[in-house]
């Protein structure tokens, strides 16, 4: 019983979150069909379930933040930049 809940623990670690990346830029667009951002340097990023991208504008300078969660790599928040 003990071994089968140290491997359950062992198990569940390897599925954890990676580590958060940040990244700042312009938005060249918005979709809000595919829930979709695209930054003006041509990078995308796919808003996790929560992110509220309604408000956001092209020109808007904002920070990106990711976390890989089981092999996919999200927005887990978009944010104003401060200058």
Same mark, same amino acid.
């Given at each position: 019983m003990l071994a089968a809940?140290? $491997?359950l623990g !062992? !198990?569940?670690t390897a599925f954890a979150a990676?580590?958060?990346h940040k990244t700042t830029?312009?938005?060249k667009s918005v979709d809000l069909m595919r829930h979709v951002v695209t930054l003006e340097d041509g990078s995308t990023y796919k808003a996790a379930r929560g992110v509220n991208i309604k408000r956001m504008k092209p020109g808007e300078k904002v920070t990106v933040t990711t976390s890989k969660f089981g092999g996919t790599l999200e927005a887990?928040? $978009?944010t104003p930049a401060v200058d």
């Open positions: 809940a140290a $491997i !062992a !198990a569940t990676e580590p958060m830029g312009k938005i887990s928040a $978009i």
